[in-house]
C-alpha cells in the first residue's frame, strides 16, 4: 500500500482575519472574560451581526418576530439545557463552567465560518479544548460534529486525532493517550444502563492508550481499557479489553490478528484466527 502524507495547503487570502478572530477569542478566554457572554457575543456577531451591540434589547423587542427572538435568546448558554445538565451525576459547578464553551463548540460547526470549515474548525477547538478538558496535550485535532458528556472528565495526550461525529461520552470518565485516533462516527462510552431498570447506571472509566486506532463507526463500551497500539475495526463492539498491538473486529469484538509491529512476547506468538 501507497504512503499518502496529508498535503499542505497555500495560505489562504483571508487567513489574516481567522487569526485576529482566534488571538481575540484565546486573548478573552485567558482573561477570564465571563464565558456565557461571549459565547453569546461570538455566535452573535457570526449569526446577527445586527444585534451585536443591543442583543440583551433585542432579545425583548416584541417588534421582531418571535422566532427571532428566540434564535437570538439560544446563543446565550443560559437559554439552553443540555442533556448532561439531566444526569444526577452531573457535578454542576463544575459543568456551568464548561457548557458556554460546548455551546460555542457546536454552534460554531452550524454556522457559515464553521460547517465544513477544517483549518479553522480545528483551530477554535484546539483553543477550546484545554478550557473544557481536566487535560489536554498538544496539537489536539477535531474535526466538526464531535460531542461530548461533561466534557471536563476528558483526559487527552499529545497528538489525539477525533474525526467527525464522534461522541465521546466522558460520563464516567474517558482518558485518550498520545497518538490516538477516533474515525468518523465511532462511539466512546463510560457509562451503561442496567437491564431491569434503566435509571440504574453504572459510571466506568473507559481507557485508550497510546497508539490506538478506533476506526469507522465502531464502539467501546463503558469500562474498557484498549492497549497500546491496539485497533477496534470498522463497526465492531469492544465490549472487554483489548489486548495491546491486537486487531479486533466484529460483534463483540474479538482479536483477529496481531498488528507486524507488536514487541516480541508470549500473548503475540501467533495470530487469533477469526471465528
Known amino acids: 500500500m501507497a504512503i499518502y502524507p496529508l498535503r499542505k495547503l497555500p495560505e489562504l487570502p483571508c487567513s489574516g482575519i481567522e487569526t485576529q478572530w482566534l488571538e481575540k477569542l484565546g486573548a478573552d478566554l485567558a482573561s477570564g472574560t465571563d464565558r456565557a457572554t461571549l459565547c453569546r457575543r461570538t455566535l452573535c456577531e457570526i449569526a446577527y451581526p445586527e444585534f451585536a451591540n443591543n442583543w440583551e434589547t433585542a432579545v425583548v423587542d416584541t417588534k421582531l418576530p418571535v422566532a427571532t427572538r428566540l434564535a437570538l435568546s439560544a446563543l446565550d448558554p443560559r437559554n439552553v439545557t443540555l442533556e448532561p445538565e439531566y ?20 454552534s460554531f460547526d452550524r454556522t457559515v465560518p464553521g460547517g465544513q470549515n477544517v483549518e479553522l474548525g ?94 469507522y463507526h465502531a464502539t467501546v463500551l463503558a469500562g474498557v481499557h484498549v492497549g497500546e497500539q491496539a485497533m477496534v475495526g470498522a463497526m465492531a463492539v469492544a465490549t472487554k479489553d483489548v489486548r495491546p498491538y491486537h486487531v479486533y473486529v466484529g460483534i463483540p469484538a474479538k482479536s483477529v490478528r496481531v498488528k507486524p509491529n507488536a514487541p516480541a512476547g508470549p500473548e503475540n506468538l501467533t495470530t487469533v484466527k477469526r471465528r
Open 87 to 106: 444526569y444526577a451525576e452531573c457535578d454542576d459547578a463544575r459543568f456551568q463552567k464548561v457548557k458556554p464553551l460546548l455551546w460555542l463548540w457546536y
Open 122 to 215: 480545528v483551530q477554535l477547538r484546539r483553543l477550546l479544548a484545554p478550557y473544557i478538558f481536566k487535560r489536554c496535550g498538544e496539537n489536539f485535532k477535531a474535526f466538526q460534529y464531535v460531542e461530548f458528556s461533561f466534557g471536563y472528565n476528558m483526559e487527552v495526550g499529545d497528538n489525539v486525532v477525533v474525526h467527525r461525529y464522534v461522541l465521546l461520552d466522558d460520563r464516567g470518565g474517558i482518558s485518550l493517550g498520545n497518538n490516538v485516533s477516533i474515525s468518523d462516527y465511532a462511539n466512546i462510552y463510560s457509562h451503561t444502563h442496567s437491564i431491569v431498570d434503566q435509571r440504574d447506571v453504572t459510571d466506568a472509566p473507559t481507557r485508550l492508550d497510546d497508539g490506538v486506532r478506533i476506526t
